[in-house]
């Protein structure tokens, strides 16, 4: 395995393009409006990472979800940061699109995969079956209608049902159509709506391409920090039970001395 291991690893990194590469902790969109206070990656990843010591993250595929109001912009965001498009006429998403999008974080070989899931209540039920193993949720809202805010705590909800404990973001779309006083007030309201979805808020432009190449950097980039993290604590884990099968061995054969002394006695 480690033989066919390395080959396939040097070929992906290459094929990684060059406006995929992470090499600093991407900051929050507002201070306020994230649970994730560190400022860069951590000490014990960036070492993990630049000894090469990274196990089985380089290998993984990191599953996102979108959901969110039908029409509030959920496929025109992920078409704007995979194609660099973005299309004025509007086409339904029939059930579920995925993407897969290939970063190098810190010189390591990084997958994410993108599920764009359709919004109409008839494709719910489909829906919730892709919804399975996510490690990052993504519920979208129109920041120009108040009302698909307010579905977010929903979608969430229904989302995180069958994923793995995952990331939170909030998204709010179409900024490029928002005059400053009223995206004051919706991001105001969009904050409280973070707090109580426990999640990471944003604001973005699919027309203009305002802030989306730097939300994707920074789920992709906090699923990495989790990743590396949960995957030295595992491989901490079975060096540790290395460690205790080694003192077994090392500690006096109780069982053979019992044996020993009965020998002895059967002899005497
Ligand atoms: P979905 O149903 O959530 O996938 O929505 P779409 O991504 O298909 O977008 C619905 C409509 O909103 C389309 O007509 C888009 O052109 C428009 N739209 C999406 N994002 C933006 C944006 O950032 N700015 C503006 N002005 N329009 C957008
Ligand atoms: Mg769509």
């Known amino acids: 395995m480690p033989v066919e291991g390395i080959p396939r690893r040097l070929s992906f990194t290459k094929s990684v393009p060059s406006d995929r590469i992470i090499t600093h902790f991407p900051q929050a ?62 086409k339904a998403t029939i059930g579920v699109d995925f993407e897969v999008e290939k970063f190098n974080i810190l010189n390591v070989p990084f997958n994410l995969q993108l599920w764009d899931t359709a919004g109409q209540e008839r494709f719910k039920c489909i829906a919730a079956s892709y ?35 995952p990331l939170v973001f909030l998204v709010g779309t179409k900024k490029d159509l928002m005059v400053e006083s009223t995206y004051a007030q ?53 060096q540790k039970s290395i460690g205790n099968e080694l003192i077994k061995i090392d500690e006096p054969p109780e069982d053979i001395y019992e044996k020993k002394k009965f020998k002895t006695k059967c002899c005497a």
């Open 29 to 90: 969109y507002h201070a306020d409006g994230t649970p994730h206070q560190s400022i860069g990656f951590s000490q014990q990843v960036r070492d993990a990472c630049s000894q090469n010591k990274t196990g089985t993250v380089g290998l993984k595929i990191c599953k996102a979800v979108l959901v969110g109001d039908v029409a509030v912009g959920k496929s025109c965001l992920v078409n704007r940061f995979c194609h660099h498009t973005f299309d004025r006429d509007y």
């Open 131 to 165: 919804y399975r193993g996510a490690d990052i949720v993504l519920v979208a809202f129109d920041l120009t209608d108040i009302d698909s805010l307010g579905h977010c705590l929903q979608w969430q909800i229904d989302a995180c049902k069958s994923a793995r404990d």
């Open 186 to 238: 919706v991001e105001e309201e969009a904050l409280r709506v973070a707090k109580e979805m426990n999640a990471e808020f944003w604001a973005t432009s699919s027309k203009n391409g305002e802030c989306v190449k730097e939300f994707f950097f920074r789920i992709v980039s906090l699923s990495f920090e989790k990743a590396m993290k949960g995957e030295l604590n595992t491989m901490n884990d079975k």
